[in-house]
């Protein structure tokens, strides 16, 4: 691979070829919080491929104000509507935002009904219920796919493309980082990502998992050891165990990982790999607002490749209804997300024992 | 503090007062390796408050070439003779450049002397003997400084005082990393670096210090815990622990650390401090040659500051002829120097046993 493929185009979908349809994929999108009305609806607007046709919320008076200016949206329903399977015929495919703890009985309902699932990291809050969303999925032959951005980000892509190609040669480490004030972006001490019950752990669960989910793609390869340290000091963060987190990995290709993330930090993310013949660095990497750079170095000093904002939510809802449309098995299946699952429940049982832990492959 | 001040003259040696002498140090240099003939004895003749003048060998003849050029340079004795006092009014101070494991010795001898001691990092091959070091300077009341080149680099200092100003908040997390392809550097498979009884460690004896070392100096606080992975596969490192290493740090503060170096892959070196409210990074930071820069995030985007090449070694001597011409105790003394040979030494104890473990203060 040369570099002149990497720099031209930068944005390309390499994974697309069907470019548009009549038939679109229909979305009930399930949480309508600011997530999914301020970047999951406005993305499927954008897309070729996909259509918001219906709301599923708690409080349908919400909706209204939502499906305003979305002329797609026909129905809004309540969690119990959703249950019972009212406007079923009206989408195919659900997008699940709700808090983590939440997630599998809206799977289990999508699974019964015969939809198709996108559903927000992480899968769910602890092991059990994560593992029992995979077997669900499985008996009944449904298509779940976890929504990391990371995966149809661009500039992730590309630096893959380079690991691939042998660019950096054999990689031998990789650093990740992802940190954020929550407090200050969402100044509520009663939030659910502060909340154990409801979201299994903060820092790790909620963005940690960013550098360890995009550490595995870039590598090809999952961790077989973890060793987690772990600090939860301030007041809004005693019910969970991570305000801040690091995590030591080694990979099964003998790659070892370096990553940390904080609830209580500035805002800074990176994620770079360091090789036996030159390094990839992604910074900023993770937030979507982030104008990204690809830092490649190979010897002679390092070249910048600058990526213009995409829609990562756009791309990420075109991935999986083309994924849909051509019958294509997601690459983020529930097995994928569940490793994370494991890797960070493995990381508080390591920071709590004080011993590295051995990971199920 | 305002970046104007770290902006303007940023290689400034902020520690100095006393510029010029009629009294220069005047250095023996234990062992004149590449190192000592291409930095050291260069350095010193650049210094204003330090010459050299004698050189200590196990081959005299060898001496010559390296003594030609450099009028100060008046005596050239073997390990012997310097170990039976030969020359020693010649001499105020020392610096030990041999392998690890023979550093002590030369401290023995030259506390006895009376002469204070330059030692490179890291300061023995063990514990034990770094322990005993500190034990004979103490009690000879010998000045001991090891010689890390951070200390005094302009990019590192600058970096320190924004950190201690607040300027990042509270710092959180520190990265670090440095790597090289020693076998491509020095072609030798029999080299003192790879052979456990000369050096004690390979990857982190040799750079991982780097990063630890620095951590500690911009954060002013030392490791609590420590959890390390190490590797050696390749047949050039089957004598030693680390081929690559990885370290996962608690710091006193709180801070969690997350280090890692290799021989066995692509230059490169960075050191990165992310806090409450913003992050700095210096990249690359470590080898000599380096171009320095120091970035810095604050909130709304990054600065970053190029740093001139300065002559790393002559900071370093200029400083410790400066700390004993006014009769200053330097930074890091003997016991600054056996915390990175606990931490290491933990780390390769931990990467044994598979457990984090706690580490002495």
Redesign the interface.
């Known amino acids: 691979m040369d570099l002149e493929s990497i720099t031209t185009d930068v944005t390309h979908r390499d994974w697309q070829h069907v470019e548009e349809t009549d038939d679109p994929v229909r979305f009930a999108m399930i949480g309508i919080g600011w997530w999914t009305r301020e970047q999951a609806i406005p993305a499927v607007q954008s897309s070729s491929l996909a259509e918001t046709t219906t709301l599923v919320t708690s409080d349908t008076t919400k909706a209204d104000s939502v499906a305003q200016g979305v002329d797609s949206i026909k129905h809004a329903i309540t969690y119990e509507e959703f249950h019972r399977g009212a406007r079923s015929d009206a989408y195919d495919a659900v997008y699940i935002v709700t808090p983590n703890a939440k997630h599998l009985p809206f799977v289990e309902t999508a699974a019964e009904l015969n939809k198709a699932v996108l559903c927000e990291k992480p899968m769910e809050a602890t092991i059990e219920r994560a593992e029992e969303m995979v077997s669900v999925c499985e008996q009944s032959q449904t298509t779940l796919m976890i929504a990391y951005r990371m995966h149809t980000e661009p500039a992730i892509r590309r630096a893959k493309e380079l690991i691939d190609a042998g660019y950096?040669?054999e990689p031998?480490?990789v650093?990740g980082?992802m940190?954020q004030?929550i407090m200050e972006l969402i100044p509520d001490p009663d939030q659910w990502r502060l909340d154990w019950e409801l979201s299994g752990g903060s820092a790790a669960m909620d963005i940690g998992i960013y550098s360890i989910n995009t550490a595995r793609y870039l590598l090809g390869s999952d961790p077989v050891?973890v060793?987690g340290?772990a600090?939860a000091?301030s007041q809004p963060f005693d019910d969970v165990p991570d305000e801040?987190?690091?995590f030591?990995l080694?990979f099964e290709n003998?790659v070892?990982?370096?990553?940390?993330a904080?609830q209580?930090?500035?805002v800074?993310s990176h994620i770079r790999v360091?090789?036996?013949?030159?390094?990839v660095r992604v910074e900023p990497a993770f937030f979507p607002w982030d104008d990204r750079r690809l830092h490649i170095?190979h010897?002679e000093g390092t070249i910048e490749v600058e990526f213009e904002q995409i829609d990562q939510m756009e791309e990420e809802f075109e991935y999986f209804a083309h994924c849909l449309l051509t019958g294509t098995e997601p690459y983020a299946d529930g097995k994928h997300g569940l490793t994370d699952i494991r890797i960070i429940k493995t990381a508080y049982e390591?920071a709590d024992i004080?011993?590295?832990q051995k990971l199920e492959t």
Not at 256 to 260: A, I, N, P
């Open positions: 950096i040669g031998v480490f650093h980082n940190t004030p050891r060793s340290m600090a000091e801040h987190i690091s030591q080694e003998g070892f990982g370096l990553c940390s904080s209580n930090a500035h800074a360091t090789g036996t013949d030159g390094q170095d010897g390591s004080g011993e590295q």
